[in-house]
Every structure is written in structure tokens, then in C-alpha cells.
């Protein structure tokens, strides 16, 4: 099998959990691959970062370059594709900035590239044999990927967990001068930060969070009220955002806000990785939706096949009469 | 400015659910209702509400066979001016980088300011605006939420990322957008504005007309193969509470009340 890489994002002199996820991706690959991890940036934090990713990867190449101060994947492609081996299987998470990265750099090295894999079953000779999902998780497939030249795998977060990490010992190489022209058409500029909403959905105990299955900006009174008769607050997924029925800072999931509930009613959600990616500490998870296959009902403890628009005001009643 | 949206034809799935086939080679396909990309309808509206604003022409491209028309046609209602049909046998059973190959050919074939992708479509890859990017030479931001025109070879365009947040850019044209929903709220398109685009000619290009080669796109071209479907298995899966209405809520509540939901 070819050298494994791992393109590592970090902030603050800290590695992304990612990190490790990635280094126990490459060894369902290759159990007995020596694994180097990518690393640009500048300064003491990007020392500090090549430094912990010793434990986990053989070598750690080292970019310092002031062009790579903001991780912007069109610069970081440049640099990637001049110093990769064509037939080198490259590691990416599937997040952000993963998507920026992946598809353009599969294109630069002439090699395959797959998206979102969710598992990473085996390898037969130079054909990878990769788990993932269409229709937001409502079905899966199996994938084979011919890495014969060189493949670029974008890893969902969260589904390799590195475990106990033993040591390896590895060393920083110290590739900054390899790295060549770097000009690229696209400039960062700024982040600008999250608009913060009237509530803090990020700190409520018990969410009552609504999805597709509110159907019309009015239903979401009865939601409302439901939320209202538990003392809870109300929360929603992605497309109640996107149709502005909502706040954005009441958004659940990787791209809004991510929340800790002891209880989560989801309430006409499907239950996208998205979605459930901004779901943390297992609240103990209620789903309500009319499509049996909606794949919450996979991560859910309890799920109640009906329509929430008829659910919700019965369930309001008996609480509001206890 | 000359903007190019390409846009998929994909089951609807506020309208199916979604399940595998018997054999498990694809998707049930019996009674599906298809639609345009949910992603690629935010594409389309934002291409024409900037040429709206500063002149030009929108075209609506697909690859697909010939039931692909009328997502073309649905979002010529919108007000793309032109629409643009890929399609040929060898085709079928590309992967991203074969849909990207002959995207590009067409491409080519105009000349283009920007192009124009969902961020992702029914099999959730988000990968063919990036490909076509890098194929193109061209720049690219993926997950763009808001684009600001500065100047006729300049774009300030903020792409989502994780916890709202928004990444600012400025991106050089001619290059390649991958549009996150939410970036607008697209048009409604009624059944009187289908009608009116109901007998424009959609021209219609193969292999040939785009001179791609066989070997460089469908299955004979895919590096990355879908070998079978099945109904995944993430965790343990949920209790389903089953009963009367009544009782399935008197249950609900005592799990509310013992795992601390009611207040």
C-alpha cells in the first residue's frame, strides 16, 4: 500500500480532535503503515501542534509559511501538491474545510478521491472498500476506490475514534523551504462570528427542537407551546434556518450551535450528520417523525412514528394537565 | 457578467422516503418524485438576482438524460435565460470527477465569469464545483452564504463554517462557487411560468459535440464505484414506543419526568 498522509487542522497551538481520528483511519487502511501528518501555519503554535501529533504519526512534516497563517485551502492545495507523492492516499476530515480542500487537490495529484466516508472496511491490493451514505443517512453504500494512483478520502468526524494512543515516538520534518509558489486567485479576509441570539440554546437543559416535519412558519406556535408546558427552550435544524423562520443562533448542528441537553426532543427532524454532529454530551434523544426510515431514529433512545403537527398539541395538553 | 449554474436532477426527499431496492443495487426507484437539487435552486436564484443587478445572462446546465429537461426548464421559469442538456450514453455511471470532466467540456465550450454549483446534491459528496475548479485552473470557495460583486474581476464571497461562523474572501473571476442554502430564498415558480418556457429549444451535447473521450467519464472512466445499497445500522437503535396515541404519551411523559424533561 502507498504512504498514508494526514492533513491535520489545528487552532490555538491545539490539534482538531480530527487528528488522531484520522491516524486511526489511516491504520484501518494499513495496520502497519508509518504515518506522516501534514501541518502548516506559523509560529509557536504551529511548533507546539507538530510536536503532540509525534505521538500518533512516524513524521510530521512541518510547513511555516506567513501564507499559511489562515488556513485557506486553495493556498494549502499549492503547497500540498508540491511536496505529496502522486500515488500518496491523503487524509482529510470531511468538514469545512475539508470540502474546500478535497475535491480541487484529488484533481491537482491525478488521483480518487471519496467524500464523507463513514467506514473504512478493507483494502484489496490497491482498491480501498469505503462505507458511505446518500439522501442525508437514509441509505448507505459500500464504495471502492482504485488508489493504484493515489487517492484523497475526506473521513466524517467522529466515526474512526482513535482510542488509547500508543505512543510512536515520531519526529518534525521540517518541510517549509518545498513548498513553492503559493499565489493564489483567493484571499482570506476576516471571520465574522455567529450573531448571538435572545436565548442561549447552547447552555438550555431540555430542547424541543423542530425540523422539515413543522411544514409552515405558523405550525411553529404549537411547537411553542409545547416548549413552554415543559420549560424547555425550542431549537430547530438547518432548513427552518434557511426558510428564515428562525434564528440562526437557534440552530443545531456543525453549522449552527452545538448543545449539550440532558433531554432533546427532535421533532420532525431526519437526523442529517449535520445535524447530529452539533449533538453532544448523549442527551437522551426523543425523535417524533412520520417517516419510519428517517435515520434518527438510529441514534435516538426513543422514537415515535407520527405526525408531529397532530403529536405535539395532544403531548402539550396531557403535560399542561399533570 | 456570464454566469453558468449546473444543476442535478435528484428524487425529492420531502416528497419520498427514501429505501433500497430488493436486489440492492440502487435506490427503490417505483414511484419516486424527482426535483431539481435543493442546493442547486439557491445557485440558480442567486445567479439571477446578480444578473438582475448587474446585467448579463444566466445558463442552466445538467447532465443527465432526457428527463433532466424539465428541472432545466423549471428553473428557466426562474429566470435563467438558457438552458443546456449534457448528455449521452457513455455517460451513465460516471463518478464526480466524470461529471467534472464533462461540466468542464461545456464550460469550455462559453465563456463564462463564474460558475455556479449546489454545495451538495442526493449523494451528499459536495465534490464536482471543486473538481471543476481545479480542472478549469480557476479559483474556488465551497459553502458560499453570501457573494458581494466588488468589481468586475472581483467577488467578496463569505463561506459557512462550523458554529455559524462566516470566512470571508475575495475571490478573482473567472472561478467556481459551490452555494450553500440559506444564501437567499428562492423564487416560487408556478405552473404559468413552466408553461411560458414549455417550447424553448434546450440544445442537447454529447460525448462528440464536447469532445470527451469515452474512457475519461461513466463507469469505464470512475475510479470511485457504488458496488451495493443498504438501510444502515449507526447505533442500537431507538425504542419505538407503539400503543394508542394516549398511551404512547402517558409513556413519553414518565421517561420525560424520570430523565429530568419536565420542569
Known amino acids: 500500500m502507498a504512504q498514508i498522509f494526514a492533513y491535520i487542522t489545528h487552532k490555538g497551538g491545539a490539534a482538531d480532535d480530527t487528528a488522531f481520528e484520522l491516524a486511526a483511519a489511516a491504520k484501518k487502511i494499513d495496520a502497519g503503515a508509518a504515518l506522516t501528518a501534514i501541518v502548516t501555519g506559523t509560529g509557536a503554535d504551529l511548533n507546539t501542534v507538530c510536536n503532540a501529533l509525534t505521538a500518533a504519526y512516524n513524521e510530521v512534516w512541518k510547513i511555516d509559511n506567513q501564507a499559511l497563517a489562515y488556513p485557506n485551502a486553495e493556498v494549502i492545495r499549492k503547497a500540498l501538491v508540491n511536496i505529496l507523492p502522486t500515488d500518496g492516499i491523503v487524509l482529510l476530515p470531511h468538514d469545512t474545510f475539508g470540502m474546500d480542500l478535497g475535491p480541487g487537490l484529488s484533481i491537482k495529484m491525478d488521483s480518487a478521491f471519496v467524500a464523507d466516508v463513514v467506514g473504512i472496511e478493507g483494502v484489496d491490493g490497491t482498491t480501498l472498500k469505503l462505507v458511505r451514505q446518500e439522501f442525508s443517512g437514509q441509505v448507505s453504500t459500500h464504495v471502492t476506490c482504485d488508489a493504484s494512483a493515489g487517492a484523497v478520502l475526506n473521513i466524517r468526524p467522529g466515526v474512526c475514534q482513535p482510542g488509547e494512543i500508543k505512543p510512536v515516538g515520531g519526529q518534525v520534518v521540517d518541510k517549509s523551504g518545498s513548498v513553492g509558489d503559493l499565489a493564489v486567485g483567493r484571499k482570506f479576509l476576516e471571520i465574522v462570528k455567529a450573531e448571538v441570539g435572545d436565548i442561549d440554546i447552547t447552555k438550555s437543559e431540555v430542547l424541543v427542537s423542530i425540523g422539515r416535519g413543522i411544514e409552515d412558519q405558523e405550525n411553529i406556535e404549537i411547537a411553542t407551546q409545547l416548549a413552554e408546558a415543559m420549560g424547555a427552550d425550542l431549537s430547530c435544524s438547518r432548513p427552518i434556518v434557511d426558510a428564515k423562520w428562525m434564528e440562526k443562533s437557534r440552530q443545531v448542528g456543525t453549522s449552527g450551535q452545538t448543545v449539550k441537553p440532558k433531554v432533546y426532543l427532535a421533532m420532525g427532524i431526519s437526523g442529517s450528520f449535520q445535524h447530529l454532529g452539533g449533538i453532544k454530551g448523549s442527551p437522551f434523544m426523543i425523535a417524533v417523525n412520520k417517516n419510519p426510515k428517517a435515520p434518527i431514529f438510529q441514534v435516538a433512545d426513543v422514537g415515535i412514528v407520527a405526525n408531529i403537527l397532530e403529536f405535539m398539541p395532544e403531548l402539550t395538553e396531557k403535560i399542561n394537565g399533570l | ?263
Open chain 2, 1 to 263: 457578467m456570464e454566469i453558468l449554474v449546473c444543476v442535478k436532477r435528484v428524487p425529492d426527499t420531502s416528497e419520498n422516503e427514501i429505501g433500497v431496492n430488493s436486489a440492492g443495487t440502487d435506490i427503490d426507484r417505483d414511484d419516486l418524485v424527482y426535483s431539481v437539487n435543493e442546493w442547486d435552486n439557491y445557485a440558480v436564484e442567486e445567479a439571477i438576482q446578480i444578473v438582475d443587478r448587474v446585467g448579463g445572462k444566466v445558463t442552466v446546465v445538467a447532465v443527465g438524460d432526457s428527463e433532466s429537461e424539465e428541472v432545466l426548464r423549471r428553473e428557466m421559469a426562474m429566470g435563467a435565460n438558457d438552458g443546456l442538456l449534457l448528455s449521452d450514453d457513455s455517460f451513465g455511471g460516471s463518478d464526480g470527477k466524470g461529471i467534472a470532466t464533462i461540466l468542464k467540456a461545456a464550460v469550455k465550450k462559453g465563456n463564462y465569469d463564474l460558475v455556479l454549483t449546489g454545495a451538495q446534491a442526493d449523494a451528499g459528496a459536495g465534490q464536482v464545483g471543486g473538481m471543476l475548479a481545479a480542472m478549469l485552473d480557476q479559483p474556488y470557495a465551497s459553502l458560499v452564504n453570501s457573494i458581494e460583486i466588488i468589481n468586475d474581476k472581483t467577488l467578496k464571497v463569505g463561506r459557512e463554517i462550523e458554529g455559524g461562523n462566516q470566512e470571508m474572501n475575495e475571490i478573482q473571476m473567472p472561478c467556481v462557487l459551490s452555494i450553500q442554502t440559506g444564501i437567499n430564498e428562492p423564487r416560487y415558480v408556478g405552473i404559468r411560468g413552466i408553461r411560458k418556457v414549455a417550447s424553448v429549444e434546450i440544445p442537447v451535447l454529447g460525448a462528440l459535440d464536447l469532445g470527451v473521450s469515452s474512457g475519461s467519464v461513466g463507469s469505464a472512466g470512475a475510479k470511485v464505484k457504488v458496488q451495493d445499497y443498504f438501510v444502515p445500522q449507526l447505533g442500537k437503535g431507538a425504542e419505538i414506543l407503539e400503543g394508542s396515541t394516549e398511551e404512547i404519551i402517558d409513556k413519553l411523559i414518565e421517561l420525560l419526568k424520570v430523565k429530568g424533561g419536565l420542569k
